[in-house]
């Protein structure tokens, strides 16, 4: 288990294991600003204010929740244990999700003729496969000397590439891949720093600042760059601009991420024990948005004020946080977290190794892991 530098004091899992409080803070925080920036993308085209927000959110929100993945992927290797753990925990998600989404779009949405394709990820479950393959990229990460330089040049190729094609979103997997690798070869140290005082006091004007520039570019940006969807080319710009966006979309990301991290609180609160289930949080939402969509919730007037605004708002936030419960992960953690023993083979090395060390007290070598896939 890795733990970043804090003060307070650690939760726990049902293990026994210690968990570190602010990254399960972070990752339920970054959870809601996902579901928010979603509920607000039917009302963004006549509010300017809730557009700039959008931007803004949408500029670090993925990013960080990257970051934070690619931390806690630093000691995937291709052990036995670790390899079934990327199965059930990826694998077996994507396919119930991406089924489970294509059925939700031919019967709720409009679309019976919907193929059912599980190399062309519907909606949210792009990042069960782009977390799958960056997974698996781990050790070969671990081998090169200059492992975010490399990845940064992939990147930037990528966005010049309209030829990639769509099969597992690769485009959004090569585009985001930089924010895993920076998560790959980050240290607690560089959390327990950038949530220093006199950081999160710099990150207030920061943000505002950010916030301005947000409000200024609205009317004239393309927000598709946020997406990582699409090279320059298919998007209609000149092919020059992919790598340019890139490095600086790469820049912005990380300024206002570290901002978000300096803010993050590092004691235990009342939602500390939800960023265990973000992985609940931010595949299950995804049919509360759509089902709001097509009975056309959206269409109230009301709706389009700054109040109601501010009431789609809100009921994101608090719908995201109930799907993060115990409750809702007990019911659905037969597709997100599925005991599959009888589908694999039992490894000697690795159960004798479990067995020594359940019997040192030191518990399962996977635990933190496995809570945070």
């Not at 294509?102 to 069960?128: C, M, N, Y």
């Not at 190729?157 to 309209?162: I, T």
């Not at 950081?199 to 598709?224: E, S």
Request: hydrophobic share 50%; glycine share 6%; net charge positive.
């Amino acid at each position: 288990m890795f733990q970043a530098a804090s003060s307070s004091r650690p939760a726990k899992t049902t293990s026994g294991q210690q968990r570190d409080a602010f990254f399960d803070n972070a990752k339920y925080l970054a959870i809601v600003l996902v579901a928010v920036a979603h509920s607000w993308a039917p009302l963004r085209d006549e509010s300017r204010t809730l557009d700039a927000a959008y931007v803004l959110v949408y500029a670090f929100h993925m990013p960080a929740f990257i970051i934070i993945s690619g931390f806690f992927s630093r000691s995937f290797d291709m052990r036995a244990d670790r390899l079934k753990r990327l199965v059930t925990g990826l694998v077996v998600p994507y396919v119930v999700y991406e089924v489970a989404y294509s059925l939700f779009r031919r019967h709720f949405g409009g679309q019976p003729e919907l193929a059912i394709s599980l190399i062309d990820p519907l909606f949210l479950v792009w990042f069960l496969a782009a977390l799958f393959i960056w997974r698996l990229t781990t050790p070969l990460w671990k081998l090169v000397r200059y492992p975010l330089p490399l990845a940064l040049v992939i990147a930037m190729l990528a966005s010049v590439s309209p030829k990639i094609g769509e099969d597992f979103d690769m485009q959004r997997v090569l585009q985001f891949l930089p924010f895993f690798v920076l998560g790959l070869f980050m240290k607690p140290e560089h959390f327990q720093w950038v949530r220093r005082p006199a950081m999160r006091i710099a990150a207030v004007p920061v943000f505002l600042g950010a916030a301005a520039v947000a409000w200024w570019a609205t009317p004239r940006f393309d927000t598709r760059w946020f997406y990582h969807r699409d090279s320059a080319q298919a998007m209609d710009h000149q092919w020059w601009t992919g790598p340019v966006m890139t490095l600086l979309m790469f820049g912005c990301a990380l300024v206002l991420t570290a901002c978000f991290f300096a803010w993050v609180p590092g004691r235990t609160t009342w939602f500390t024990s939800l960023g265990a289930g973000t992985l609940y949080g931010f595949l299950l939402h995804g049919f509360l948005l759509w089902g709001s969509e097509y009975a056309g919730w959206y269409d109230a007037a009301w709706l389009r004020r700054p109040y109601g605004e501010v009431f789609v708002t809100v009921v994101a936030a608090v719908v995201v946080t109930l799907l993060c419960t115990a409750p809702v992960r007990r019911v659905f953690r037969w597709s997100m977290e599925p005991r599959m023993d009888w589908a694999f083979r039992r490894d000697p090395a690795t159960t004798a190794a479990d067995a020594g060390k359940r019997a040192e007290g030191g518990g399962s070598a996977t635990v933190r892991e496995k809570v945070d896939a």
